[in-house]
């Protein structure tokens, strides 16, 4: 009797998150919190034939936990996700490079990043991709980090290590990994426009899975019949993609994406994620849930930049104040106010310095955190030196560019400043 021929088209499930940035707890309007993601990610893994979960990066740094544990808990609770597969965002390098590697031994997952390596080209972290068989398809998933890692932290962080470019350094190892796999999926904490030109120049790639945008993205890109994937950051979003691919042709045959809130009225609490929480939870709580203040209204992102730099400005009188937009992660919301919602607006532990710029240099000067916009917007007396209060991040990362000016450290955390200027004014209108 014939037997049956076996078909070459596969099912995958592929659960992907990225920049969850320490959101232990759900925002104001029950959206996030990783015990909920928890919950989901387990329904969504049993709902499917075959899965992979996939983290692209910087699962650290955002709220307090992670500012006074450095990173650690982050990673220990993560262990309760089920990752399959991780990789380096720029802010695991947060509390300096060497720390990478505590985050190493707790992880109970792999972590991937094939480009990020020092002057010798040593890799920071191995292997530079995996293998995983998952219903009936060999997947090799191949770690990346975006080119502009200096762009996004500072030199004394990253040490002896930096991100090579991209494309050249994956080719040899995605053909390598072609050898051992029937699908080659790229995860990366990177830019789009870095995705796009993977597929545009390795064929071999099937996806990319991507973090560092924290925005939502309504559709995946798609190049050739390949695909770009991204997830809304904080925890707030998980995606998925279910596919089917030819093993054959190393196709995908169909396709579906989907963005799925992380809403907490429909994905209750993981209990024993739910539990580690709170025991880290409290570890903090004497330290930041403390009131300082009341805001009658919401405040944005973009006026709680203007209120960090006015309270430069009041506590280290200066001609000029500047932080970078990149520095605000959260609002500030309507009502009684904590030092851990300043926490969660400014987590980075940026100090405050004032530094001295001829009116030509500070006219020509950018934010690091990227665009367009003048970091001083008044007209400058080219040839008058103007005082500017700012963060050493942001002098540090003009100063990796070139350009480095006369420098008084002041002494003072950016947030602690915010904290004390807020409980001086009790009520922010």
Known sequence: MAGCRQSNVHELTILHFNDFHDRLLPDPDGIGGVAHLATLLNRERAAASASLTLNAGDLVEGTPVSTVFQGAPDYEIANKLGIDVNCLGNHEFDYGWMKIRDYMQIASFPTVSANTVDASGNRLVNPPYVVRDVGGIRVAVVGALLENLLGSTTRDKVGPYGAAPIVETLRPIVARAKEQADMVVVLGHIEKAEGESILHNLPDVSVVVIGHDHRPWKEPVEIDGKFVIHAEGYGRQVGRMVLRYDTATRRIVSHEWTGIPVDDSEYPADPT???????????????????????????????????????????????????????????????????????????????????????????????????????????????????????????????????????HDQGVLLRDVLIDWIKQRKVIP
């Not at 709680?304 to 919301?333: C, I, Y």
């Open 273 to 407: 994620v739910e539990a580690q929480v709170e025991k880290w939870e409290a570890r903090v709580s004497a330290l930041v849930d403390v009131p300082i203040g009341r805001a009658t209204r919401e405040i944005p992102r973009a006026e709680v930049k203007t209120l960090m730099e006015r309270a430069m400005l009041d506590g280290m009188p200066a001609d000029f104040a500047f932080t970078n937009r990149g520095s605000v992660r959260d609002a500030l919301h309507k009502g009684e106010l904590l030092a851990r919602h300043v926490g969660n607006v400014m987590p980075f532990a940026n100090a405050v310095v004032t530094l001295e710029i001829p009116g030509d240099q500070l006219a020509a000067l950018k934010d690091p955190s990227g665009g367009t916009d003048p970091v001083v917007t008044a007209s400058l007396d080219p040839k008058r030196v103007y005082r500017l209060d700012t963060t050493d991040f942001v002098a540090q990362s003009w100063a990796d560019k070139g350009k480095v000016f006369p420098r």
